[in-house]
């Protein structure tokens, strides 16, 4: 079924708005899964802050050429059945999101993104991107590092206080 052009424009409109505040756009190919487990995978990425478009490659390249830094971008690999996730607050969630679901549904494959500069990212670099820590894990990661040697201390201070106390109760008696 064909939509109306004002339909276009609005998907368009959508898309552009979308595009000009990504941190990341993965693209993957979805031939083979059902509605449910779109269902499924619009849950999961809802949860990690990524919106699923599912929409014609075409339109994506017509909203892609209306944002300045997209306009010189490599849109050779927007071919068949796409699937984008997009994310305006983490650069990692949309490659992870797509790359934990495509671990169990074989349907799903990776093809593809785009980073916030305009620059065309590759499968292997969106496998590697999945494959980093999240903003979180990282925050944390930094954090138990800056409190590493305050807990060491701490710890070395009671070990020592208690052998102090325990050799004067020894002297002592």
């Given amino acids: 079924m064909a939509i109306s052009k004002?339909?276009?424009?609005?998907?368009v409109a959508d898309l552009t708005e979308l595009l000009k505040n990504a941190e990341?756009?993965?693209?993957?190919?979805?031939?083979?899964?059902?509605v449910a487990e779109i269902q499924e995978l619009r849950k999961a990425a809802r949860?990690?802050?990524?919106?699923i478009k599912v929409v014609k490659n075409r339109l994506v390249k017509v909203a892609m050429g209306q944002i300045a830094v997209y306009k010189d971008t490599?849109?050779?690999?927007?071919?068949?059945?796409l699937l984008?996730?997009?994310?305006d607050s983490d650069e990692v969630a949309p490659a992870k999101v797509l790359a934990?679901?495509?671990?169990?549904?074989d349907a799903l494959t990776l093809a593809g993104g785009f980073s916030d500069a305009g620059n065309s990212l590759s499968e292997e670099e969106?496998?590697?991107?999945?494959?980093?820590?999240?903003?979180?894990e990282l925050i944390a990661q930094v954090v138990a590092q800056l409190l590493?040697?305050?807990?060491?201390?701490?710890s070395g201070l009671s070990g020592g206080l208690s052998g102090i106390v325990s050799g004067l109760e020894a002297h002592a008696k």
């Fill in 24 to 34: 990341t756009t993965v693209y993957a190919k979805y031939q083979g899964l059902t």
């Fill in 126 to 136: 969106i496998k590697a991107l999945a494959s980093l820590p999240s903003k979180n």
């Fill in 148 to 154: 590493s040697p305050v807990t060491d201390s701490v």
């Fill in 74 to 81: 490599d849109t050779t690999g927007l071919t068949g059945q």
């Fill in 6 to 11: 004002d339909k276009k424009n609005e998907l």
């Fill in 100 to 105: 934990e679901f495509a671990k169990k549904h």
């Fill in 84 to 87: 984008y996730a997009i994310s």
């Fill in 47 to 51: 949860e990690a802050g990524v919106k």
